[in-house]
């Protein structure tokens, strides 16, 4: 009822008229509604479980990579430290430093035995060099007042070599270690001139800053390569005697063991002016008595290198924010900044709005050129945690005040108490799934309004008999002439049969479905038995178009002698059991040393390691199944009385490997790592197995392998016989 109260309409009017809109609504319309928005709703249930799912994924990879990395960092200098070591040993067992270390300390007791006192000339040249040039100097790059006469030695030996070797020396500021000898006619510069060729072609060529001589009773440095003002002193009562260089000199004095290296994590050197020097020392033996303490710099160039992939960040895939780096059980450094390297102003500015670096710290990174032992990027409790195994990918706020994701792992290196980081921005690690959200959105707005055009296209098709009848119908009822009723009237008919059709329709599709299901589980049993298990996963998901860039893997390529004679030679039951059991035992042997068959072409036999499961060791993993596979086809009792001899290519390096074809496919590998493989295969011998420099590199020291021919561009090696000792693990 209309009711006026106060003068305002109260009726129910605006009611009816929304009732009449919605009824004046066809039916074709609200079809198309409900359509659209049930696919609308399905959309959006849809991308709200790909994006949980994606950032799950998503997070899931960001961390397997930078995982990746750490290990791969950790791996990298756990092999560069073991390796110093052992040339360090070596060195110090030569008969080279033996006969130095004896005649130095002899040279230098001449020169600092009582009588033999410098000149007043030389003495005042020594103590100008300290007051005029050192002491400033070390005073500038660590910011610390030190009195001059507290760095100069006072023992005439020390004062003598310093004159003619640091302070008064021919050559020029850092580069004294060209000089073989001063002139000045001692017996000492007669042995310099005899052993430091030697001495300083080794330390150049490992890259190494200095080697020092030390006389073992006094501790004196006898001997140095690179003339530091150290030289000469007594790292017992001398100006550097509280040093961690004397440190580890009393160390090895206590404890003298024969082959022994001992290492000094990073602290700022004063003879260095305050850069961070670490120290590895091996004590020097004859007929079973110290004669000298064998001491080199830790070459921290080399590890810089290491970790920022010399300045190569693409390639570990650290984009713009991360980076790796070396921390101590300090919190500290132990390897240079990424963004200190790339933008030091920009460095400078963050660390300072981060408060990371005090003033004196500050002073000695902008001196010094180096990050390393002077910027803390942790606390002791993050590192204890990862010490116990944890190597968690977490959140935290960096030493630029940045919030990242990082992951730490300790390093096995006996004496150095030093953690692999792997950090980089959250923004970064967000990244994908932003990128994956927002692809979503806009493949979604275009999906709708597709579907909006097709819905409503669809639902007046539909319903066009409907409506045809409903037109003839009112008509009718007016009294006019109708129209076509054939398809007004077949409605009902067409609906019964329609419901018959899709029971049939059904009936159908689930016979096809149970035939292409079992089609289907065929095709991926046969494919089982052709490809690699991670292949046929890729191509059960949906994945056909395979092929993926490896940038370190072995290649292997056998070349079976003999093979082809014995199948041409025998019947064909025969052939076909030879080439099954020769073809079975080398899938085996690659199965247990990680290896994929990849395929086999006549006599040729074609595999890889780090194909699809990525190995550190794929180089020693395929040069062990080379010389398990030349045994075991020697000792395989075929039906025919011949014996394989395979000649073996082994290479290692980048390629790539996937799917060809696309109505049938065909797994293969490409690149160079294969072609050179291939190409060293058939230069082989029967029973040789060759391998390039590459895989050389990479082999352990129990892997023994001569030189095969040292004539072309890239050496060859030969794998000896005996380069695997019967039951030894690969």
Known sequence: KDVMTDGRDLSTKPLRAAGTFLSNISTASWLAVVVLGVTIASLVVTSLISVTHGASLSDDLFESRMGAVRSLKASEIERY????????????????AVSAAQQ????????????????????????????????????????????????????????????????????????????????????????????????????????????????????????????????????????????????????????????AVSLADLVPHAAALGLPVGFLASP?????????????????DRINQIMTSGGDWDAEGFQKTGESFLVGSDGRMRSISRPYLEDSDSYFASVDAAGTLDAAEENSVRSLGTTVVFQEVTDRETLREAA??????????????????????????????????????????NEAIVNFLQSILIVVS???????????????????????????????????????????????????????????????????????????????????????????????????????????????????????????????????????RVVDR??????????????????VYYAGCGLNHAYLDHAPRAVAFALEARRSLRELRLAVPNTLHPAVGIHSGAGSVGLAGSSRLVYDVWGESLNTAHLLAHRARPGEILISDQTKSMLPAEMVAERWDGEETATIWCMMAESLTEGASP
């Not at 020097?284 to 921290?300: R, S, T």
């Not at 977490?394 to 630029?400: A, D, G, Q, R, V």
């Not at 409907?466 to 398809?487: C, F, P």
């Not at 292997?556 to 076909?576: E, Q």
């Open 284 to 300: 020097i033996h004859a007929d079973g008595q110290l004669v000298g303490i064998l001491i080199v710099h830790m070459p921290l």
């Open 446 to 580: 275009l999906f709708v309004v597709v579907i909006s055009f097709v819905t409503v296209a669809w639902a007046r098709r539909t319903l066009e008999p409907l409506r045809a009848a409903s037109d003839n119908l009112s008509k009718a009822r007016a009294g006019e002439a109708t129209g076509n009723l054939e398809m007004s009237t077949r409605g009902p008919k067409e609906i019964a049969g329609l419901a018959a059709n899709i029971d049939g329709m059904i009936e159908m599709a689930n016979q096809r479905q149970s035939d292409v299901a079992r089609a289907s589980a065929e095709r991926l049993d046969t494919l089982r038995g052709l490809l690699p298990p991670v292949i046929v996963e890729r191509i059960e998901v949906g994945d056909r178009l395979i092929v993926d860039r490896i940038l370190q893997a072995s290649m292997v390529v056998a070349v079976l002698d003999g093979l082809g004679d014995l199948i041409r030679d025998n019947d064909a039951a025969t052939s076909r059991a030879v080439l099954d």
């Open 81 to 96: 430290v073991g390796r110093t070591v052992r040339q360090v040993r070596a060195m110090a067992a030569s008969e080279t």
């Open 586 to 603: 080398l899938d085996s042997l690659a199965a247990q040393h990680g290896l994929e068959r990849v395929k086999v072409i006549g006599e």
């Open 388 to 429: 116990t195994g944890d190597r968690d990918v977490t959140e935290s706020t960096n030493y630029l005040g940045r919030d990242t994701a990082v992951t730490y792992q300790q390093l096995d290196i006996e004496q150095l108490d030093w953690f692999v980081a792997v950090e980089t921005g959250l923004e970064e690690g």
């Open 104 to 259: 130095f300390s002899q040279a230098y007791a001449v020169l600092d035995t009582a009588g033999n006192e410098p000149g007043r000339a030389a003495t005042d040249d020594v103590a100008s060099f300290y007051r005029d040039e050192f002491g400033p100097n070390l005073e500038s790059t660590t910011g610390i007042r030190i009195s001059w006469r507290d760095l100069m030695p006072t023992n005439s030996g020390a004062i003598y070599l310093q004159n003619a070797y640091l302070a008064a020396s021919p050559a020029e500021p850092g580069n004294e270690r060209v000089v073989d000898d001063a002139g000045d006619g001692s017996e000492w510069s007669d042995v310099h001139r005899e052993f430091h060729p030697w001495f300083a072609e080794i330390t150049d060529r490992l890259g190494m800053h200095d080697l020092y001589i030390v006389e073992p009773t006094h501790a004196t440095i006898v001997y140095s390569t690179a003339k530091a003002p150290d030289f000469a002193t007594s790292l017992e009562t001398g100006p550097h005697s509280g040093s961690a260089l004397a440190s580890l000199v009393r160390a090895v004095q206590d404890d003298p063991q024969e082959g």
